[in-house]
């Protein structure tokens, strides 16, 4: 059961990092087609570019639970601003809706939500089994060596 549930765990962490990127990917065209003009969306998409490759770079580098919970928070927060956009307007900005950028964002994003509560859920059975991280658990086959006991 825990080689499963790390399986399912780092699929889904690799999943959620693709899915973040994706979205930041989107935010950076957006921006180069234009809304780096606006004087607050301009810069707050550059600032969602980079901030969706610091969480998917994080989310395969560093096991912790702060990743899968930074996905989490970044794709409720993106997904939050479009549908305010969408509905009572944010920042000055009124969105129609629609089109490839629209549905790509709101498909990432939301796989970001999703993926992340999944890596959350997985990891914490096994930290809760064995005591440590899943990938310093030998007996899962972790590919750093266990860290030594604090004093």
Known sequence: MDVRRRTIGNAARG???A????????????????????????PGFLATFVG????????????HWLPPLAAVGFGLATLGAYVMALTVG???????????PATLSLVSESAAVVLGVVVLAA????????????ARDERIGGLTPPRPARP
């Open 15 to 17: 999943l959620a990092a």
């Open 19 to 42: 899915a973040v990127l994706l979205s930041a990917v989107v935010h950076l065209d957006l921006w180069a087609l234009g809304l780096s003009a606006h004087p607050v969306l301009g």
């Open 52 to 63: 969706g490759v610091v969480v998917a770079l994080a989310l395969l580098l560093w096991d």
């Open 90 to 100: 944010f920042l000055g900005v009124q969105e129609a809706g629609g089109g490839t």
């Open 123 to 134: 990891e914490r059975g096994l930290r809760r089994r064995t005591g440590t991280s899943p």
